[in-house]
């Protein structure tokens, strides 16, 4: 015997039509007010949405520009130590014209983000196009505090513009990045090189040009440690030249590796500046977390509206995990190897208990918030002091 059919479905406000669209055209026919198909995802395909996200990014970091130092062996030569870099988020094709891609993608966001190797806490971020060339991105500077010892700012050599090394500098910052290997400097002193560079640099004193000093294969075996001057190719020489300290280090094999520098040559040898620049990895770890814990990877919309608060919202989500690390251990001990916490353990828990935190911001009664609160601090503690001895 064949079973018997399943009887029809039957909707709460009639036959043929969804029962949210019929219960919203009696709700025009009662009340007179139109109800959107989807109010709630609608409220953030508009710029004035982009912008309230933006600023509270911006409301949620300000604290830690004047936060007092931490307890870091930097710390007491700098006011703060901060990285800058970029990472692209793949869109979907249909945002091309909106966001343009950079190499294969067809349309991608570019975030350029901040941090500050003290605790990891982000200092500013920036959404722009995906081609856009990290060259023509950068942190406003007034942004980086100038006293005890001013900011040391790190970045690749993507960011390396000589007009920005020059500003960097005329504001009071310190900064340590890499130069291209086919970068050409002319050398005026030296403090540290092979014996034929000074005797090169003796017969012309007016300066010696790098290029016709390096051996085949640009390969060293030993540190050098000059004074140079470069030129950037759009402007002329003798106005907009650029005095800075270069540093080469031997890399495997001897391949040399070249770092721009404003830090005095008396107090930070080449091996020191090499080792302080490995610091600029902690942004990739920074980009890690947010891709892997806070939905970053990829952005599940065609607006292009929705996709730039979809990332400031991760963004947001990556300051308020700092904040909650820091009412477990204080910021001073957030730096290094040898910190108590793992902020990414924090940003892992706090999206695991999302919902509780919610509920007790959004609680009335004192009692029954301070109940919420204390729930959700035990569960977050629980899960970051957990270890997993099988990894």
């Known amino acids: 015997r064949q079973p018997a059919a399943a009887p029809p479905l039957r909707r709460r406000f009639g036959s043929g039509t969804p029962g949210f669209e019929q219960a919203r055209r009696w709700y025009r026919k009662i009340a007179g007010i139109l109800l959107e198909p989807r109010p709630f995802q609608k409220r953030f395909k508009a710029p004035a949405a982009v912008r309230l996200f933006e600023r509270a990014f911006a409301s949620a970091v300000e604290p830690w520009l004047v936060r007092p130092r931490p307890r870091h062996p930097l710390a007491r030569r700098f006011a703060d130590v901060v990285v800058v870099d970029s990472t692209l988020m793949q869109l979907n094709d249909s945002l091309r014209d909106a966001f343009k891609g950079a190499r294969a993608a067809a349309s991608s966001i570019k975030t350029l983000l ?7 806490v982000p ?4 959404l722009v196009e995906g081609n856009a060339h ?9 942004l980086f505090r100038k006293g005890d010892g001013g900011t040391l700012l790190l970045f690749d050599k993507g960011f390396v513009a000589y007009e920005r090394l020059r500003t960097i500098a005329e504001a009071h910052l310190h900064y340590l990045c890499p130069m291209r290997l086919n970068g050409n400097a002319l050398i005026l002193a030296v403090h540290r090189a092979p014996k034929y560079v000074r005797v090169a640099l003796r017969r012309h004193p007016e300066g010696v040009w790098l290029r016709e000093l ?15 001057v470069l030129w950037p190719k759009t402007e002329a020489r003798s106005k907009q030249q650029v005095s800075t300290r270069l540093v080469l280090v031997p890399g495997p094999k001897g391949a040399q590796r070249p770092y721009l520098t404003t830090l005095d040559a008396k107090e930070w040898m080449p091996a020191a500046l090499a080792e302080m620049y490995r610091l600029r990895w902690q942004v990739e770890l920074v980009f890690k977390e947010l891709k892997q814990f806070l939905n970053l990877e990829s952005l599940p919309s065609k607006d292009r509206h929705a996709v730039q608060v979809f990332a400031w919202a991760s963004l947001i989500a990556l300051a308020l995990s700092r904040t909650v690390a820091t009412c477990f251990c204080p910021l001073k001990q957030l730096v290094g190897l040898a910190a108590l916490l793992r902020p990414a353990l924090v940003t892992r828990a706090l999206r695991a208990n999302i919902r509780l935190l919610a509920h007790a911001i959004l609680a009335t009664q004192a009692r029954k918030k301070d109940l919420l609160l204390r729930t959700f601090l035990e569960e977050i503690v629980d899960e970051v002091q957990a270890r997993d001895r099988e990894r």
């Open 123 to 126: 200092l500013h971020a920036q």
């Open 134 to 142: 990290d060259m023509t991105l950068f942190p406003p500077l007034e």
């Open 114 to 120: 901040t941090v500050s190797v003290f605790g990891l």
């Open 214 to 228: 390096l051996p085949a294969g640009k390969k060293i075996r030993k540190a050098w440690d000059v004074e140079v």
